[in-house]
């Protein structure tokens, strides 16, 4: 095993017991670990058998096989993008919601609500 692949080995187990402790902790939620659990299980792989990395750049076409980390890495970001962006609205819709409540609340209240106490 070449020096290369121990330090990557280690920084990617290094980053699976970070996520699995941060889930321990309630730090992180199951529904975001997930995607940080597969992304961190595919660097180990990736770490420890290097076939693999040489086999996908045959396919994709890549001559330089450690340069499929770069569009591995771009797809694995846009993922990850799109995912906290879908996160994002449905909180924006949620903190809405509670906004409208909250003013139906206070005015039912007749201005004594939340706020003015």
């Known amino acids: 095993m070449k020096t290369v692949q121990i ?3 280690i ?10 402790e941060l889930i321990r902790r309630r730090k992180l939620k199951e529904r975001f ?11 180990i792989v990736f770490s ?3 076939d693999l990395l040489e086999i ?3 396919i994709i076409g890549i001559h330089y096989a ?5 569009p591995v890495i771009i797809f694995f970001m846009v993922v990850l993008f799109i995912y906290f962006s879908v996160i ?11 906004a409208q409540k909250l003013a139906i609340l206070e005015s039912t209240l007749g201005g ?3 706020s003015n106490t």
């Open 7 to 9: 330090i990557a080995f």
């Open 11 to 20: 920084a990617s187990l290094t980053l699976l017991v970070c996520i699995l």
């Open 33 to 43: 670990a997930l995607l940080w659990l597969f992304s961190s299980i595919i660097l």
């Open 48 to 50: 420890v058998w290097i």
């Open 56 to 58: 996908l750049a045959r």
């Open 66 to 70: 450690p340069a499929v980390f770069i």
């Open 88 to 98: 994002v609205s449905e909180q924006s819709e949620h903190i809405k919601i509670l």
């Open 112 to 114: 004594r609500g939340i």
